[in-house]
Every structure is written in structure tokens, then in C-alpha cells.
């Protein structure tokens, strides 16, 4: 089974960093681009950023520009998202997702609350 | 950045109506749009992608068209289980952007 586990979430103080991770299982993860996205409370969905497969690019986000990276394991199938200088707007669900000329599966998201 | 705006943004319907979903790109997109479904607390879920084609277990109610800068979901007969806020994307260029999302409700 095709499957994306996020961790790493939880509640941090404004101007602080967490590091998320996403574990994936059932595809050749080396083959794929890799997505993070959010979603806010109550809101929509927000594109954060992209790697390639074999982290040869990386794409942002304007809102996280500077403040988050990306990378990956590709030998331990593993996505991660770094978010230094965390704000109150980047509380949100965050999701990873894979990309093949779509985003599917995506992972069941995990929670990152940003507050003091 | 492409902006897509999505039509109508709130949308009540019974059971078994024909539902249609717009989506509007800034620029041309050729056939890069995929369409998901998400309910409360859950992640997306892809029903349609390069604009047209079902992914592996939609049912068959579903059904995308369109193409450059102007799509459409449809939603054939609606069911107790459609009732979601469905959101567009398009994968033609970064940053991946999402319309702002329809919410189907009962009626």
C-alpha cells in the first residue's frame, strides 16, 4: 500500500523551529518529487514547497521563503521539512504529498500550532 | 504565479442533482489541473487529473473537462457522501497553486 506518515508536529513559541518528517512506504520514493503543503484553520490549501527526486531542485513558497528547507533521505524514503522563525500565520495542518503530474497520496497531516 | 478562481465558492444541492464546479486559470495551463475532494479532518483526496482523466477507484459520477485556462468538475448524480469542499490545482508551473475551494452542501 502507497502511504505517507507525517511527524513532528506540535506547539511552539513564535520565532522557534520544528522539523517535520515524512515516512514513506509502498512506492519507489527515490522515482518521485516530493511536496509539502498547509492548510490554516478554517481556511484552504497552500502549496509550501517541492523537491525534486534527487534533491537537484527546490521550490517555495513566497510565505516561507528563507525560513523553511526542504530535503529528503532518499536511502531511508524520507521527506523533511526544517521551519525556523515560525510565526503565528504558519499554524496550519501540514501535509506531504507525492507528485506525479498530481498530488496523490498525501499523508493524514500533522498539526503545527505556532503560539506563545 | 497562476491565480485560479474556482465557481461558484458555496454551493447547496440535493441528492442526485447534477452539480458543476468552474475553475479559472490567469494563464494557460494546457491540461496540468487536477481536482480533490476533502471532507472535515481528512486529507485530500485526488479525483481528477490532466484535467480529464478519473483516478483509480472515483466513481464514475465524477468527471473533469477543459483545457488552457478554463475547467470543469462534474458531479453527475449527487451523492450523500459528495457533500465536500472540492478545490482545483494546477501542476503546469511553480508555485502550485490551488483555487480557493467550493463547498457543497445539503439542501
Known amino acids: 500500500e502507497v502511504q505517507l506518515v507525517e511527524s513532528g508536529g506540535g506547539l511552539v513559541k513564535p520565532g522557534g523551529s520544528l522539523r517535520l518528517s515524512c515516512a514513506a512506504s509502498g512506492f519507489t520514493f ?11 484553520p478554517g481556511r484552504g490549501l497552500e502549496w509550501v514547497s517541492s523537491i525534486s527526486s534527487r534533491s537537484d531542485y527546490m521550490y517555495y513558497a513566497d510565505s516561507v521563503k528563507g525560513r523553511f528547507t ?33 498530488f496523490d497520496p498525501w499523508g493524514q497531516g500533522t498539526l503545527v500550532t505556532v503560539s506563545s | 504565479d497562476i491565480q485560479l478562481t474556482q465557481s461558484p465558492s458555496f454551493l447547496s444541492a440535493s441528492v442526485g442533482d447534477r452539480v458543476t464546479i468552474t475553475c479559472r486559470a490567469s494563464q ?26 478519473l483516478q483509480s477507484g472515483v ?43 467550493t463547498k457543497v452542501e445539503i439542501k
Open chain 2, 28 to 53: 494557460g495551463i494546457s491540461s496540468y489541473l487536477a481536482w480533490y475532494q476533502q471532507k472535515p479532518g481528512k486529507a485530500p483526496k485526488l479525483l481528477i487529473y490532466a484535467a480529464s482523466t
Open chain 2, 59 to 101: 466513481p464514475s459520477r465524477f468527471s473533469g473537462s477543459g483545457s488552457g485556462t478554463e475547467f470543469t468538475l462534474t458531479i453527475s448524480s449527487l451523492q450523500p457522501e459528495d457533500f465536500a469542499t472540492y478545490y482545483c490545482q494546477q501542476l503546469n508551473s511553480f508555485p502550485r497553486t490551488f483555487g480557493q475551494g
Open chain 1, 30 to 40: 527515490s522515482d518521485y518529487t516530493m511536496n509539502w503543503l498547509r492548510q490554516a
Open chain 1, 70 to 102: 526542504i530535503s529528503r533521505d532518499n536511502a531511508k524514503s524520507s521527506l523533511y521539512l526544517q521551519m525556523n522563525s515560525l510565526r503565528a500565520d504558519d499554524t496550519a495542518v501540514y501535509y506531504c504529498a507525492r507528485d506525479y503530474v498530481r
